[in-house]
């Protein structure tokens, strides 16, 4: 029943976004056209920018455009794109569950992003290699760089570092059967989103992760709160 009603409430998530999907679509098409007409200093970005779209609905594309940014990012010298290009990669791997694949890559990202001292995408990277690591069971792993996402986040005060890095600490949470921690962490995740007023797939995963957790414990007035917040 309960499995049932978390259909339902994730279909009302999509009818009410109605228009993301085509707005997606037509941004990809724009993007491609422009990857063929773009001079190559700006390529780079743009093969991230349509890694980052295709990664959920055709990872094995957005892998391709992601290596194309980082041969592209090699030969020009630019180290933030080629640690961008390896978490690009990396998010794509892993939603076609190449998850060791996945965390090499993220860990390429993360020593790209430390030794240039790009502190924001440093963070990025702990929240990623933490969200693989829960995916693989390696849950101390996925603690230890939590921990230091929102550690870096708060130093930052980059309320995206820290909604990632709080929904993945409410994840970890529930996994422990610690359930009002697991609340506790979703919730102020998905306060920072709300704040952002992200409508992306990460803007609302926090949303879907404590819903479904409500219904899991058979709260579903709580559930339909959560989902209608959205």
């Not at 980052?52 to 630019?78: E, H, N, V």
């Not at 180290?79 to 390896?86: E, H, Q, S, T, V």
């Not at 992306?200 to 917040?229: C, M, Q, R, T």
Request: charged share 20%; proline share 3%.
């Amino acid at each position: 029943m309960a499995k049932y009603l978390a259909i339902i409430l994730l279909a009302a998530i999509a009818f009410a976004r109605p228009a993301l999907g085509q707005q997606s679509m037509s941004a990809i098409d724009s993007l491609e056209r422009l990857a063929e007409t773009a001079p190559d200093t700006a390529l780079p970005k743009v093969y991230y920018e349509l890694s980052q779209m295709l990664r959920y609905t055709k990872p094995l594309k957005g892998i391709s455009c992601a290596i194309k940014q980082i041969d592209l990012a090699s030969m020009q010298g630019r180290p933030d794109y080629l640690a961008l290009g390896y978490c690009a990669l990396a998010a794509s791997e892993r939603n076609a569950d190449m998850l060791g694949q996945s965390l090499e890559h993220y860990n390429e990202a993360f020593s790209l992003a430390r030794q240039n001292n790009l502190v924001d995408l440093e963070a990025s990277c702990y929240n990623s290699i933490g969200r693989v690591a829960i995916d693989l069971g390696l849950i101390d792993s996925a603690e230890y760089c939590v921990d230091r996402a929102i550690e870096i986040g708060k130093a930052l005060r980059d309320s995206v570092v820290l909604a990632d890095a709080y929904m993945n600490s409410g994840i970890i949470w529930r996994g422990k059967g610690r359930i009002q921690k697991a609340i506790r962490y979703l919730s102020m995740s998905c306060r920072l989103r709300t704040m952002l007023n992200s409508l992306s797939v990460e803007g609302l995963a926090p949303f879907w992760h404590l819903s479904d957790l409500y219904l899991e414990n058979g709260e579903f007035s709580k559930a339909k709160e959560i989902i209608n917040s959205q």
